[in-house]
């Protein structure tokens, strides 16, 4: 796993695989304890083992929350890594979780099944606390602002962490991957929070999508183009809309697959 920091406060760590990236945040405090939170989480556990010590590192003190910017499995993980901790995420995140009760881990099941991984204990979803967004979510005596998106899912945010200028949307704005249409995805709703982050894109310096590399905000408003005319053209065109510039690759093109059948099963 990789750590970067972007900020006195801001720490990316990338793992190595499906290049997933967890945000370390740290909210100052001259007046109080100083506070952290962990947003989303690597998957594999070494990496997940590594959180801990790379927060002792960099004189972070242990979380007291995580939050997960949607519920898809591969986000909710950080519970293994600090069971004690709760799990904060949109009302939306929290609803999606409800209502379909052990989905998560068996996704995440299979997924190990698949790589032949073993974990010291099960996900634990029980500590779910929901979250008004939008709204503002205090770390320490800073706040976290949290910004609807959905779009990839019927469900999500995005977190902004305004005095670092960090913004971190979830599983938008990667440039690795393709918009996708996952459970309850719609490209409407997609296209409305690539409309609400290009108005966030002015206030940061740097974007830290759910997977791929940390980018600037000017390579960010490119990708958001790129992603725009490509939703659209999913729309015009559906099999032959053409793919984003550097991710016409065969993980693009099952992806697109996907988002047709997305389509024809809301049609």
């Known amino acids: 796993m990789r750590a970067q920091a972007l900020h006195a406060d801001v720490i990316v760590a990338t793992g190595a695989l499906l290049h997933v990236n967890c945000v370390l945040v ?6 109080a304890a100083e506070e952290t939170f962990v947003i989303d989480s690597p998957v594999l556990p070494e990496e997940l083992g590594t959180l801990a010590p790379l927060l002792e590192q960099a004189s972070f003190p242990p979380p007291t929350g995580l939050l997960a910017t949607h519920a898809d499995w591969d986000h909710l993980l950080a519970r293994l890594a600090f069971p004690e901790a709760a799990l ?4 939306s995140t929290a609803q999606r979780l409800a209502a379909a009760p052990g989905a998560a881990q068996r996704e995440l099941r299979a997924f190990d099944e698949e790589l032949l991984i073993e974990r010291d204990r099960p996900l634990s979803l029980a500590a779910v606390q929901p979250l008004p967004v939008p709204g503002r979510c ?3 005596e800073r706040e976290l602002e949290l910004h609807p998106a959905a779009g990839h899912t019927g469900e999500g945010m995005a977190v902004l962490i305004p ?3 960090v913004l971190v949307p979830g599983d938008y704005l990667s440039s690795l991957e393709i918009p996708s249409l996952g459970d309850d995805g719609t490209v409407a709703a997609y296209l409305s929070t690539l409309e609400r982050l290009a108005g966030l894109l002015s206030r ?3 974007v830290v999508p759910g997977h791929g590399p940390v980018m ?3 390579r960010a408003r490119e990708i958001l183009a790129q992603d725009r005319a490509y939703l659209h053209a999913l729309l015009e065109h559906g099999a032959r809309a053409e793919l984003p510039p550097g991710r016409r690759g065969p993980a693009q093109r099952r992806a697109h697959e996907r988002n047709l059948t997305a389509l024809t099963s809301a049609t």
Do not use: F, L, Y
Not at 26 to 31: D, E, I
Not at 88 to 91: I, K, L, S, T, V
């Open 163 to 165: 005095w670092a200028k």
């Open 138 to 140: 205090a770390v320490g």
């Open 216 to 218: 600037d905000a000017q």
């Open 88 to 91: 904060g995420c949109a009302q």
């Open 204 to 206: 940061v310096e740097h």
């Open 26 to 31: 740290r909210g100052t405090s001259a007046k």
